[in-house]
Structure formats: C-alpha cells, structure tokens
C-alpha cells in the first residue's frame, strides 16, 4: 500500500493515476471537506486526515509500505504567512515523524526547485547549491527549504527519504487550474492575452510523476533530484498554443516597468476580493531569474526524461478543451 498526501492537486492526482497504471494500490490523505473532483474516479482508498495532526497521518500509515509527501500551500504573495509555515515546515515534520513510527520503507518529499539557493545568472543551478530557508524572495521558498532540511535531518537520524524538486509544472489534468495552466486556458480561448518578457524551466506533469516513482524505488537515500523540464518563455508559450489551436487572439506585451509598478498594487487586490493571486511582485521575479537549471543528476541517477514543450502544451490545450465542464463552461 502506498500513501499521497496532496492527492487532489496537480501533481498528486497524475501521480495517483502512474500508479495505479503499475498496479499500485494507493491510500490517499484528504483534507475534510476538499473537493476530491480530481480523483474521484480512481480506485483508490480515500481516507480524512491533516498533515497538523499526527494521529491521523498515524492512522493513515498503517499498513503503509512507502510515502509520498506532497501536501502543502503554495503561495506567491509578498510577506509572511504562518499557515503557508505551518502547513509546509510542520507538516512536513509530522510526516515524518509518523513515517518513521510506522517503520515506511521509504518516504519521498515533493519540494520545489524554489527551495534551493538561487545562483547568479550565467551559473547552472543544480542540487550542489543546498536548499535555502534564508531566500530573500518569498515565504513559499523559505518553507520548502526549511521543510527539505528537515527531511534530510530526520535521514541522517535513520529515516528513509529522497527529495524531489520540481521546475515549474505545467500539463494535463490541471483540475484547479495552476498560475501558467490558466494562461495557457485563457489563450486557448482565443482571449486577449497581456504578457511580460520571461522565461523559465517548465516540467510536464506527467513527467515529474514517473520521476517521482524513479526516485522511490532508484533514487539514493538522503538525495535531493531536480526534476526539470525545457526553458519556455511567456511569447513561445503563447504563440505554441496559437499554433496548436489555429485560432487567432491579440497578445500584447506590457513593458516590464509599467508591470513591475502593477505588480506593486495586486497583493491588496488580491487579499481584497479573494482572488486566486496570478500577477504579483514573486511571479515576476521568477520569470526575469536564473532559468538555467541543469536535472542532469535526475537523467543520470533515476533515468528521467522530460518530454518536449510542444507535447505538453498541444496535451494541456486538449485536456481543457475535453473537461471544460470541469472548469465552470458549456
């Protein structure tokens, strides 16, 4: 039996349906009251718990061989958030310190390639940079640092554990619609579509799914693996769906100052009405950062292949397309 937490998101319901697809029987940790839409239709055993609560990840570990930690709060609004720490630091803690009581083979933690040291332009980012939980550039990125450091902490006292780190991903099977997945939506749709020059390493799904399950039963216990994808900027990504749809739609580019001024204003937007946040100060700091990340260590070790970008984005504008009903539409 193996456990996910994160189940409903992006990456842990692809996860769920590799799998399954390998004969995999597959326990998954649900939040109460989380819209489970996203698996619902796979045989699987759902049960409730909360990464904050330790009896329950106890119970959901009985009878657990390996665990695959994804649960946590992505965030790329400015400031502190102690529920994005929380749920990312001592969630993470108490998953393992459950796995570890449940004596689990082996637990593998989703990271984020956000939680490693940023390098300077011109220099390959790799797993040798460390994860750090000092980053200046979000609270998001100091949580998953501080996570995987914990992680590694609990390997060197016995545990079993690799740690994956994904670029940004994109792909089929967006159920809640990521940050990129929705402007790949919107275009599409043939929408007008305002961008901001930037680029950065984008990863399918389905992808980082396999190199998960790669580095369960391949990966080195206590190593961190990149799994990373192709370098897309915003203009290829448009005119990719432009092609791929055949339909026409303006795309207008916004000078990076008049963004970075915007960009100023969207947080109190955003904490205002409650909108999901898709344009602040964070997203745009990653699209103008070092793009240039190797997952050589991830192709070497665990034999990961990353498919190209015109596959995922001809696959991402199909599955919208399929469950518009999913996503509110006719």
Known sequence: MILVTGA????????????????????????????????????????????????????????????????????????????????????????????????????????????????PMGVAMDESLGFDQDNPYGEYDRSKAAASLAVQNAVNEGLDAVIVCPTGVIGPYDFRGSELGEVIRSASEARTMFFV???????????????????????RRGESYILGGNRISVRYLLETVREVTGKAFSSIRVPFSLAEFAAR????????????????????????????????????????HSRPAIETITDTVRWFFENRRVHGEA
Do not use: C
Request: charge should be neutral.
């Open 8 to 119: 409903t998101g992006h990456i842990g319901n692809v996860l769920i349906r590799k799998l399954l697809e390998q004969g995999e029987k597959v326990r998954a940790l649900i939040w109460r009251d989380e819209d489970t839409t996203p698996i619902n239709n796979l045989e699987i055993e759902q049960v409730e718990g909360d990464v904050l609560d330790v009896g329950s990840l106890e119970a959901a570990m009985h009878g657990v061989d390996s665990v695959y930690h994804l649960a946590g709060i992505i965030s790329i609004m400015p400031g502190k958030n102690p529920f994005v720490w929380k749920v990312n630091v001592e969630g993470t803690h108490n998953v393992v310190e459950a796995a570890r009581r449940a004596r689990v083979r082996r637990l593998v933690y989703t990271s984020s390639i956000h939680a490693i040291a940023r390098a």
């Open 265 to 304: 204003f969207t947080p109190w937007y955003y904490q205002k009405t409650r909108a999901k946040p898709r344009f602040t100060p964070y997203s745009l700091e990653v699209l103008q950062s070092n793009s240039n990340i190797s997952h050589a260590k991830a192709v070497r070790e665990l034999g990961f």
């Open 197 to 219: 020059e930037g680029a950065y390493d984008f990863v399918d799904v389905r992808d980082v799914a396999d190199g998960m399950i790669s580095a369960q039963s391949r990966g």
